[in-house]
């Protein structure tokens, strides 16, 4: 009952903006000096994570570009920290038409459309780069295909990097160490199985509510990216980091089909070029920034842990057949045009 009231409230907040930008009707001309001028296009992009995150940098520099190019006619507003929604509910948003951009991890479009869950797959990739080729090849553009049913048009692949894990007490070097660990993950069940496959037991908390389950013991650690561990602050209540790069987290940036609809080609054009341009933004910040906010975990007193290649290979071992639990949900055919894709 919360829940709902809890989006009953968002939509609420969303509908008053957007009657306040568009002044409840939308598009609209504006009389200046005796010239009537049209108002321009206002888009709403609400993300979740904290503006120092790269998703900011990447909606900072789509929005500029967007408006240059569209000669103002195109406005991008940006919201973040879940001002908005969470995840699930900015996809609800873009379906309703409340919101206009977005971008959200894999995992929570898994409830949307089921090839997703195979991006959640442990041990993907080794590099940053390996995923950004794999996303902007032939398998993205299949995922973004499968998105556009359910209201949502796929602009291009932005990036959240590799997941790591964190624990308050105890350091984690082998799946033995893992043991009857409770870990956060998201609300994905390859996340869960993948977890659970390293002898810990999976618990998907929300994560606007992620550091007070650390804080409060409900959960003994978490795994993010190192960029969301930083931002977050969980070094106050965790005392461990592994390097683990356990999932690789790509991150689709959507609009929604009905304001897609609204624009015209041209200004399509000009969107899907900025999103395009800002992607690349955003990854570059992502792994420039990455070495840094490691050494910053150190200096605020966490331990990291680096692997060692025998390490790894123990805990891709111990998740090699987790996709075979969801092959019939994900789709043989699918999943095998996915992993030919990766070469293997």
């Not at 006619?73 to 940006?78: S, W």
């Not at 998105?147 to 308050?168: C, D, S, Y």
């Not at 998201?186 to 389950?213: C, K, R, T, W």
């Not at 089909?257 to 990854?283: C, F």
Request: hydrophobic share 40%.
């Amino acid at each position: 009952m919360i829940k709902n009231w809890k989006k009953v409230a968002i939509l609420v907040v969303i509908s008053i903006f957007t009657l306040a930008m568009f002044g409840c009707g939308g598009g609209g001309q504006e009389e200046t000096g005796g010239e009537v001028t049209p108002e321009p296009i206002k888009l709403v992009a609400n993300h979740v994570l904290d503006p120092n995150h790269p998703y900011q940098a990447g909606f900072e520099l789509m929005a500029q570009l967007v408006e240059e190019r569209s000669n103002g006619e195109i406005v991008i507003e940006i919201f973040h920290s879940a001002s908005l929604g969470e995840e699930q509910e900015s996809i609800e948003g873009l379906q309703m038409g409340t919101i206009d951009i977005t971008t959200v991890s894999a995992a929570p479009m898994t409830g949307f459309v089921k090839e997703y869950m195979a991006s959640d797959l442990p041990f993907i990739f080794s590099t940053p780069q390996e995923a950004f080729a794999f996303y902007d090849g032939p398998i993205g553009d299949k995922l973004f295909e499968l998105t556009e049913p359910v209201g949502l048009i796929g602009l291009a692949w932005w990036e959240n990097g590799f997941r790591n894990f964190t624990t308050k007490n105890t350091p984690i070097y082998t799946p033995e160490d893992m043991k009857g660990l409770k870990l956060r993950t998201m609300a994905s069940p390859v996340h869960m199985a993948s977890v659970n496959a390293l002898g810990a037991n999976a618990v998907p908390v929300p994560f606007g509510e992620l550091y007070s389950a650390l804080q409060q013991g409900v959960v003994d650690g978490q795994e993010n990216p190192v960029a969301i561990i930083h931002s977050s602050r969980f070094s106050e209540v965790q005392k461990y980091t592994m390097l683990s790069r356990h999932f690789h987290d790509p991150s689709p940036l959507f609009i929604s089909a009905k304001t897609w609809d609204k624009l015209s080609a041209e200004q399509r054009e000009i969107v899907q070029q900025a999103a395009i341009e800002a992607r690349d933004h955003m990854r570059q910040v992502g792994i420039d920034q990455e070495a840094g906010l490691v050494e910053d975990l150190r200096a605020s007193g966490m331990e990291v842990i680096e692997l060692t290649p025998e390490q790894v290979e123990m805990f891709q071992e111990a998740t090699k057949d987790v996709y075979k639990e969801f092959e019939a949900e994900i789709g043989q055919e699918y999943l095998e045009e996915f992993f030919n894709a990766l070469g293997r």
